[in-house]
């Protein structure tokens, strides 16, 4: 077996645990967790949410972190500004590799004031419309790219 067959091995081993904790429970906030914790196996999270489209807000359905953050599950938070409204209203996947060079002027809280540097949000789309976002983030400037794509 090939590095890059390995890495794709272990990239679907990790997309299958994930399946079976999706399954697992009701519990939102609970599945998600245990997702986050799947994930991290082979990308670098330092905070994650799970936010649904609710218009000009987004309601936090799960959330996972070991950055300080004032999110909460349940909480409804303006989307004005947001990485979410950015990708809601274009309904694609938007990444920053390093905030700190803001190459998006749109990078709000919480990213900005909690020592994030590389940012990851896909929408959640469910006939062609976008019903919330999945965003990962880490410390780490380039975190996230075409090698650590799952």
């Known amino acids: 077996m090939t590095k890059d067959e390995e890495i794709s091995y272990a990239e ?7 399946t079976v904790i999706f399954a697992s429970s009701l519990d939102v906030d609970t599945v998600f967790a245990r997702f986050i914790n799947e994930l991290r196996k082979e990308l670098d999270i330092d905070w994650a949410a799970l936010v649904q489209n609710e218009g000009t807000q987004i309601r936090v359905l799960g959330f996972t972190g070991n950055i300080d953050s004032k999110w909460k599950v349940g909480e409804r938070i303006n989307t004005a500004g947001t990485v979410a409204e950015w990708v809601i ?4 996947p938007l990444m920053e590799t390093d905030i ?10 919480p990213y900005s ?5 590389s940012v990851a ?4 789309v469910v006939n062609e419309k976008v019903i919330g976002c999945f965003t990962v983030a ?6 996230y790219g075409l090698r650590s794509a799952l």
Request: net charge positive.
């Open 138 to 143: 880490s410390r780490k400037p380039a975190a």
């Open 89 to 92: 209203n274009n309904q694609r």
């Open 121 to 124: 949000c896909f929408p959640l």
């Open 100 to 109: 700190v060079k803001r190459q998006h002027s749109y990078i709000a809280e």
């Open 12 to 18: 679907l081993l990790t997309l299958n645990r994930a």
């Open 113 to 117: 004031l909690k020592e994030i540097r």
